[in-house]
């Protein structure tokens, strides 16, 4: 009976080591930004639901000085913190050298040049550049007018490795189908201001551009209702028309009004008016950065920056508007996934390389 | 009793396995403390290559100052640890021990909160990448041992593997496979210490593999099951480990404790005199001002430390940007009003003209702060990071004013192809398609008879009326695109020229390959080259100018001479006038002292520079001699005319 009950007790302290506290502390974006707060929620509840004992809990950060107090009160509760934003990059390093028996993950946080990463915090980040690319070209290939827009949030680096990357596609498709598809770009200087996303949207439409990429976080849901709204408007649908007549009224007019949505699917949130969505996989890489805390032996520590090569970013499935897209559209974006995955096409991340970009020798084999 | 012996050898021998001899890091950390300190009068051979970085992390900030400004250029500019622990890397290879790299990393802490005035704190110790890098290593490392040892134990248990370090153990039957054994065979001799661990748990243990066994876990998911189960017997050791770690930086914290400044507490002393003076004994409350005045002369010439006393430093930095501005502000509107008498408007123009002279005229000329004259700057860590914030950084100014003309370049040669590959084809081809033209090869155009009558009006003018809009839109786009190409190359222009004329060879060498193959990324560019490569041909400084709060003695004679102008202009009396008019001369003579060393700011919160191969710009102290005589005018103007 003795020996039974030292076995229980040893039994649940085996059990109970596996557990896993994993605390998330959102950006100023918060839960519901149908973006990376999301996308980054999504990775610890699919490692609640894949691996054992994990549990999960989230910390709503209302404003940027939450971001230190957030991170401590997660580093004390938590064996695992999951910090979400580069705005949050500053507080994560400094707070993960205080807590080096906890681990840190970073999702879109890289580090400084030079700057040391502490061996408990690992940082995923993406190459946006090369996701913005694939949209920009189905973007172009798309517009029936000759303009399309870009509407983004505060001007950071992955925003702007999103902008290059997607003038990048445009400019690509206009060097190889000899077009002249042009981008209007706005900042909306904000990641929380929808009503300002959907100003600057309808402002693009005026002004020619008939799909706009919503590369602002919360404030691109603004951009996706002023597709909807603009769409419905101008294909005299009420706003709870089935999917197949809006299909059937572009077909109709031969024109419409699309949004692009960001980071994570957003296709669903206005089915038929959202082209696609370029997306990072920020769940799977939540995902394998729990896993991977289980042990301190596999833990990822330091900056993974994953691209199209590593399945880390890339476009939707398009689940509402693929029979919109001619086969020839799909069939060269295939293609081009397939060069970038070879190294074969270099994919500019900066105004220098977008500069000196030329797509003009890629032909396609069919 | 037996058990409790055996428990006390396993608890000696793994504190003897993770032990880290504190008392072994405090002496080194002390030596090192004392050295430091030492350091200005007294060569220590055995941290001579560490003092030389840390020369060079001032020698850096100084020249990147001159070559691009202060300012930082990205969101999250490296910091004074990131530099410090860049030390740390370049001379750990002397420091063997862990016992060593602590004292070491602890020591650059001590380092940083000289350089800052603050007082070190556990939040100072850890966010040292030095330090956390080290301890980090450290505990992974002995942590990773064991785990590796019960690991391969354990693998062995569950008939993996044949071999083991220990096998003293039941074996269990199972299909367990996992995929990277690389953490799990242990090459290493076997260990005493985990021997009697295990055995000491071996009941434990050997259900917990069974339980393993019998789960059928197997791959991956058992790795980690593995590494789960031996945290079990290894935690306590890690957990010692931490404790001692904690006992270091606490005794960091106590032996490297800076002697408290109190040098603030006069300030409360005065605020107190002037309070009481002012309510009860206002008809002598120029003599408590002139008083604090003489303590405050005293203090600043003798014994103020611009770095380390932040309270004063924090008081006269406030100060005399807000009484520079209003008195130059007075002293413009008494420059032009129209009651005011001519020779006093001279007066008054000239004191204005003088005290912004005094912000812009240097005080010293140093020569062996020149590049080349730090010889041992070249090749240094730090050299490299100035290579990388004028130019390699992609957030540095050269490598952006590059991008963006190179941006420029591209997005012109985009539009310019767009429009004769697509925009000209299309205007043709609505002429052929619409039959205004009936053939065209090369440049010889056939036209068609029927297109061109008046009834195509719409075809033969519309669609060139429209290809006009289009070439109008082109050619208006094309010359802002060029603006803005050579404005970049008229910043180019003054950036290399600001970096260059304080380079020696070695860095303009680098500097311009650097340059060159950002450059060349593009051969859109080529036309231009002749052009930019003229930039780099830029003459050297042969000196290097100093303004006077860019030393510590030149900010001690700047603020007395400001502090003395305050009074002068504030007290009526005669006496504190007097007073006031003899101190800016004794310290505009004061200016013309050669002191050596003297001590030149890097930047705030980076180590101090120092110049001895220097000369005194005297015109700097004509300048206050002049000025103090024309205060000394005005004042007998406005007495005259009393």
Known sequence: MKKLLVFSLISLMFVSSFALKVVMVTDVGGLGDKSFNDGTWAGVQMAMEQLPNVEGEIIISKEQTDYIPNLTNAAQRGDVVIGVGFMMADALFNIAAQYPDTFFIGIDIEPSPGQTIPNNLALYTFKEHEAGFLGGYVAAAMTKTGKIGFVGGLEIPPVKRYEIGYRAGVEAYNQIHGTNVQVLIGYAASFEDPAKGKQLTLSQYDNGADIVFACAGATGNGVIDAAKETGMSFYGLPADAPLQQVIDKYYEKGEGYFAIGVDVDQDYMAPGYVLLSITKKIDVATFEGINSALSARYFQAGHNNLGIVDDGVGISPMKYTKGLIPNEVIAELAYLQSLAKEGKINIPQNEAELGSFNASNIVFPF | MKKLAILLIIVFFSLTAFTIDVEAVGDLFTTLIQTYNEEKSVSNEEFDSFFQELSNLGLY??????????????????????????????????????????????????????????????????????????????????ENDALTYFGNVIIYSLGIVDTAPFTDIQRFESKAEILDKRFYIYEGETNPEYNKIILENKESLEHGIQQLAQSGTTGRPLQIAIDQLSYNYVNSLINETNEQIQQVTQMFIEEGRHGVNISFIRIIIYAALIIVTFLFLRKYFWVTVLSMFGVEFVYLLAFYNPIKDTVSSFIYGSYIVTFVFLFLAVLLFKSIGKKIKFTEKVINFSIFFLVLLTLFVPSYYSYDLLMEKNTQFDNSTFETQLLNDVVAYPHAPLHKTISSLNSHLGSEYSKVNTFYRSTFASFLDDLLNSQVLSNLQGSSVQTNRDGLKIDKVENYRGIPFDFS????????????????????VDTLKVQVHDVLKFSDAEFESKFMDTSNQLLRSTDLIDPLLPTLYSFFDVEKVDKINLKAYNTVFGTKIFLLFFLSLTILVIFEEKFVKYISLISMYFLSILSFIKVTPL???????????????????????????????????????YQRNK
Do not use: C, W
């Open chain 2, 61 to 142: 900030r100084f020249y990147r100052t001159q070559m691009i400004g202060s300012a930082e250029y990205v969101d999250r500019p490296t910091n004074v640890q990131t530099y410090l622990s860049q030390i740390y890397d370049n001379v750990q290879s002397q420091f063997t021990t862990i016992e060593e790299k602590l004292a070491l990393a602890g020591f650059l802490v001590y380092v940083q909160s000289d350089l800052s005035g603050e007082q070190i704190t556990q939040e100072m110790i850890r966010s040292m990448p030095a330090y956390f890098a080290t301890v980090q290593d450290y505990t992974r490392s002995l």
């Open chain 2, 469 to 488: 809009k289009e070439v109008t839109d082109f050619v208006n786009s094309s010359e802002i695109t060029e603006r803005n190409i050579y404005n970049e």
């Open chain 2, 599 to 637: 001590e030149v700011f890097s930047q705030t919160g980076y180590p101090i520079i120092h110049t001895v191969d220097y000369t005194i710009n005297y015109i700097f102290g004509i300048i206050l001699l002049i000025l103090t005589s024309l205060l000394f005018l005005r004042y007998l103007h």
